[in-house]
């Protein structure tokens, strides 16, 4: 049986969102700006930090088998002195639901344009045959304290790649569906299809360089060369501003398939006379002067291939990669094969010379420099999209008083495990009722704070 206090704290909480929420949002705002935590998972805003109540996957919703109408939503948390107010029973305090629209999903973006907060949502439209698309995504804006929400647009297909980028101040979302490359300008909400059939794409994740500014993509051969029996793809590039469309490469028997764009290099497989391998080109001068192979393993051996970024000279920092149930890295340029973990690993991203991965145990890091593992999170069963802002790990997990299956946000400190000073894990996301700890549990304190085990 759950403290009675505790459940009417819930429903204290339940109804004070449902009031505020049916008479608008009556939010303050904050006074400076907010940053764009990188993935696009979380918004950090002065003493703020803005996320999604809960993970809601796709197939759930389609299911209707995991709906919370009171947890789901764009929230915040509102820090004092830099850290999260818990009250006697460890529930977080100073919770504000901003929007009632789902943004904890598989295509999670949020980011912040001056004081306007933009992100995706499912489509919650019917198609012509009288379903919901969830795996769809509808992008929208509004103010950091969610009025004036505007939907800006709704892809035509489940979102496969996704980015937000600043150009001669000028904000633009861009989105390849699967087939499509669109681009979406959220100050006119104006929208332009950059190239149809397209086989796969690969843009900047943020802008730094004109390089960034181009999108590339793959599209197949003509029905007239296929039908004499050419074989292979057609690279090419659009610019995202200027809309101009220019073939980059086209060689019969060859195919190249983009993966990203970063560091001012096109990363991407090139399979030619039956071998494919990773490659990197800026571009420079012509293709081939400018293509530099990454690694001598073939792509079908190798699994999360990650491109460190650059060093603070502006050097090229490793390639990092899964190969044969280890975790690896090449020097750019060199093809030698520098064992970093040997074991079977899930990385999550990069940040500097850092790998930061998953196990069953939890969410580490790890450096390609000194090869030693630390610990940040024990909690096990979480999702992979993971958010970082320099110091925070933020990520949708299950607390271990689970029993609705329910993944709530949570913050994990970096600094903690780099310090030695143990897994430090808080949660940020309002609790169901039927996932907070029972009353002959422990519950004063919702953070973790334990010895690193590795």
């Known amino acids: ?13 339940a109804f004070c969102t449902v009031f505020f929420t049916a008479c608008g949002n009556n939010l303050t705002a904050p006074t400076g700006t907010g940053n764009m935590v990188e993935h696009g998972e979380v918004l950090v805003y002065d003493d703020y930090i803005y996320f999604g109540g809960m993970y809601i996957s796709n197939a759930d919703m389609e299911n209707g088998d995991n709906r919370n109408a009171d947890l789901e939503g764009l929230w915040r948390i509102k820090l004092e002195d830099g850290k999260i107010s818990y009250d006697e029973d460890g529930n977080p305090q100073n919770l504000e639901r901003v929007v009632g629209k789902i943004v904890g999903t598989e295509n999670a973006f949020m980011y912040s344009v001056g004081d306007e907060i933009v992100f995706a949502s499912p489509n919650v439209k019917l198609t012509q045959q009288s379903q919901t698309a969830f795996d769809r995504t509808t992008y929208f804006k509004m103010s950091n304290v969610g009025t004036g929400l505007t939907e800006l647009y709704t892809t035509e297909a489940a979102v496969q790649s996704q ?47 004109a390089f960034d500014g181009d999108v590339y993509f793959t599209v197949n051969l003509s029905e007239e060369d296929t039908s004499i029996g050419l074989t292979g793809n057609i690279l090419k590039k659009v610019n995202i501003v200027s809309e101009e469309e220019t073939q980059v490469r086209q060689q019969y028997g060859e195919t190249i398939t983009v993966n990203t764009v970063k560091n001012g290099y096109l990363y991407y497989t090139r399979t030619d006379n039956g071998n494919t391998f990773y490659f990197a080109n800026n571009f420079t001068s012509s293709f081939e002067a400018g293509e530099v192979q990454l690694t001598s393993a073939i792509t079908s051996d190798i699994t999360s291939f ?21 975790l690896v890295y090449s020097n750019f340029g060199s093809l030698v094969v520098n064992e970093i973990l040997n074991e079977d690993v899930t990385v999550l991203f990069e940040s500097g010379d850092y790998i930061y991965y998953s196990t069953s145990s939890g969410i580490y890091r790890v450096s390609y420099k000194d090869k030693v593992s630390q610990q940040i999170s024990d909690l096990a069963n979480f999702q992979t999209n993971v958010t970082f802002d320099g110091r925070y790990i933020y990520f949708y997990a299950q607390n271990e008083d689970n029993t609705t299956g329910n993944y709530y946000m949570y913050r994990a400190d970096v600094n903690a495990a780099e310090n030695g000073t143990g897994i430090k894990t808080e949660l940020l996301s309002k ?8 009353e002959d549990e422990e519950t004063s304190d919702t953070s973790t704070d334990s010895s690193t085990s590795n």
């Open 431 to 438: 609790l169901h009722e039927d996932d907070m700890p029972d």
């Open 1 to 13: 049986m759950k403290k009675i206090k505790v459940l009417a704290l819930f429903l204290c909480m």
């Open 306 to 326: 990650t491109p460190l970024g650059l060093d603070q000279e502006g050097n090229v920092l490793p390639i990092v990669f899964e190969y044969q149930s280890r």
């Open 163 to 209: 980015a937000l980028l600043i150009i001669d101040n000028v904000p633009y979302i861009i989105v390849y569906d699967g087939t499509n490359i669109v681009k979406i300008n959220v100050n006119t909400k104006a929208s332009k299809v950059l190239a149809t059939d397209v086989t796969s794409a690969a843009f900047a994740s943020s802008y730094s360089s």
